[in-house]
């Protein structure tokens, strides 16, 4: 996620990281030479192509604008999902490096196990969303008998979840936890559970392929056809505002792709990197533990 805290006007005109332009660049290059084609031929050898009047592109930019802005704000709200559910994330995993040890008090081995794991499940899921190696996550966090344990299940983070309930159910049954503590606690090992099933929703569930293909194929054929609109009334100014046009809409579009999954690695995704630090820092503090710096963003960017 792009952390630029300083937003000067060079910055804004000229500044190429974080932005889509490096994934769009080709397709307006496309555009940028079939306006300079189309301006030439006009220039040179008038009546060689038709001119098209302008009033029809008017009215489908307008159209495509608002169905691009419709997309955009549906895959931010996945984006803006996705921080919320890893900020409740974040927010159990403090309750529980809080509660722990206040609820527990004198059991240092279960207090340990229990915390361990819910780092180890906030790692597993990040490298779940990733696509990354949920073993090698979550390996730090488990004791080897458990960890060999999670061998080739398919939800780790989940079972390292189980984990801590089965510790607290043991507990209770120990007397060492009472009915309403039991439920205290269990109830943000449930919103964990939550948190993961609403990523994997959000992760499994793109928007409707049939509106995301239609916004391209629109989006392609307008740009393409702008110029034979434009040329009439701009002249040899036609490429720039081709180009212009060119970069909203393939922009916009670009933008949209990357809001519509927030969790992988592109420069706009969230950085679960440091969500997963942040809850780590939390754990190891409770445990009395050294524990490390939070990320820091490497050139404006934080994973």
């Not at 098209?52 to 704000?73: D, H, Q, T």
């Not at 803006?80 to 403090?94: L, N, S, T, V």
């Not at 939800?155 to 159910?169: E, F, K, R």
């Not at 690695?265 to 490390?292: K, T, W, Y």
């Amino acid at each position: 996620m792009i952390v630029e805290k300083q937003l000067n006007v060079p910055v804004m005109l000229f500044s190429v990281k974080g932005t889509v332009l490096p994934r769009i660049w080709p397709h307006v290059l496309l555009v940028a030479l079939v306006a300079v084609g189309v301006t030439a031929t006009t220039g040179f050898w008038p009546g060689l192509l038709p001119e098209i009047s302008l009033a029809p592109f008017s009215l489908i930019g307008l159209v495509l604008s608002i169905f691009l802005g419709f997309r955009n704000n549906a895959c931010y709200e996945r984006w803006w999902e996705g921080r919320k559910q890893w900020g409740q994330a974040i927010a159990h995993c403090r309750a529980l490096a809080r509660e722990i040890p206040a609820l527990l008090p004198g059991d240092r081995p279960r207090q340990s196990r229990i915390l361990r794991r819910a780092a180890g499940f906030a790692a597993g899921l990040a490298a779940r969303l990733r696509d990354r190696d949920e073993s090698a996550a979550l390996r730090p966090w488990l004791p080897d008998a458990e960890f060999e344990s999670l061998a080739g299940l398919r939800n780790q983070p989940g079972m390292a979840l189980a984990g801590i309930t089965h510790d607290l159910a043991e507990a209770s049954r120990a007397g060492a936890l009472d009915p309403i503590k039991f439920q205290v606690l269990e109830a943000h090992v449930e919103g964990l559970s939550g948190v993961q099933a609403a990523c994997e929703r959000i992760n499994a569930t793109p928007t409707p392929f049939s509106y995301s293909l239609l916004l391209h194929r629109t989006s392609w054929i307008f740009c393409l056809l702008a110029p034979f609109g434009l040329i009439g009334a701009l002249g040899w100014f036609t490429p720039f505002f081709s180009v212009l046009l060119a970069y909203a809409f393939f922009g916009l579009d670009a933008l949209g792709d990357e809001l519509e999954a927030p969790f992988g690695l592109m420069p706009n995704h969230l950085p679960l990197d440091a969500f997963v630090r942040a809850i780590e820092i939390e754990i190891r503090q409770a445990l009395g533990e050294p524990a490390p710096e939070p990320l820091a963003p490497v050139n404006g960017r934080l994973t």
